[in-house]
């Protein structure tokens, strides 16, 4: 079992950086990212995939299950630039009397928030400004420390990619404000914590509403973009939107490479095309985080 999931990374990594295409097994994730490089002027000249098994289920009529998470680095080469690209992806797969017979990655998206949001677009009224400094560089020393682990000094949620640009904007300066009302301000507190901390679509919303406390202004173009800056994203263009990003450096073309939880990764092309969750209706929102200085 072991053996044959090896075998698959060994196959998946020699994709990235092949330019032929596998008569064999072909991952389409793999090439939708190879085709969103080139549009770029970039390509993966070096890839590495580290995997471990995370439970075995119960064998059923012949079938095992498997789920096992992939740590891939890629060394990315875009306009003479090199930079690394990381990310963990969550896999499942199926052996039929002990052959592979299915593996596919979980979809990171693939969910409803469980919690009733009571109030997503925060209307406020005038209120004493609380000023602050935000510091980009702590931020982002921030998002690029935590990106594939947890803080214990904050909650881990099961859908994370928001509590963790929260965390990255609070350690930048960003001062909390709301408490006890978790459909107002943006605050995390005694095991308590806002909407806006913690679900996307939330944040989408108090981020450009805000006028005391953090805020935002919102861009029209992902390169108007600074480090520690967010992007709000809609997968299904639906009007609801489903995750967040912080952004941690730039390409050659200036354009943003951000971080992210729910699925960890790092120094990730903004459009997130080659992601499972992309579909041609996504929409963004680029937000540039305002600040007193």
Not at 11 to 29: E, G, M, N
Not at 112 to 132: F, N, P
Not at 252 to 264: D, E, K, Q, W
Request: charged residues 30%; contains cysteine.
């Amino acid at each position: 079992m072991r053996d044959q999931l090896q075998e698959l990374l060994v196959k998946r990594v020699q994709q990235c950086v092949s330019h032929l295409r596998s008569s064999i097994h072909t991952c389409p994730k793999i090439e939708r990212k190879k085709e969103c490089l080139s549009k770029r002027s970039g390509e993966i000249v070096k890839a590495q995939a580290t995997g471990k098994i995370t439970r075995i289920g119960d064998e059923i009529d012949g079938v095992k299950p498997v789920e096992y998470n992939v740590h891939f680095k890629y060394l990315i080469k875009h306009k003479g630039v090199l930079y690394m690209e990381e990310e963990l992806e969550e896999r499942k797969a199926e052996f039929y009397k002990g052959v592979l017979v299915e593996d596919q990655e979980k979809s990171p998206f693939a969910y409803a928030w469980e919690e009733k949001e009571e109030l997503s677009r925060e209307s406020e009224g005038e209120e004493e400004r609380v000023e602050y400094k935000y510091d980009r560089m702590k931020a982002v020393q921030y998002a690029e420390k935590w990106w594939n682990s947890y803080n214990p000094a904050y909650k881990k949620f099961e859908v994370d990619c928001t509590n963790y640009i929260s965390q990255c904007l609070h350690v930048g300066g960003g001062p909390m404000r709301g408490y006890p009302n978790r459909g107002k301000g943006w605050w995390m507190r005694n095991e308590n914590w806002s909407y806006s901390w913690s679900v996307a679509n939330s944040m989408r919303w108090y981020l450009p509403g805000s006028n005391a406390g953090l805020r935002a202004k919102e861009v029209s173009n992902p390169d108007q973009l600074l480090l520690g800056d967010v992007i709000c994203y809609d997968f299904q263009g639906d009007g609801r939107f489903d995750h967040t990003t912080i952004v941690t450096g730039k390409d050659a073309a200036g354009m943003p490479l951000v971080n992210a939880h729910t699925y960890n990764s790092r120094m990730r092309y903004w459009a997130y095309e080659d992601s499972t969750a992309y579909t041609p209706a996504i929409k963004y929102k680029f937000f540039s985080i305002s600040d007193d200085r």
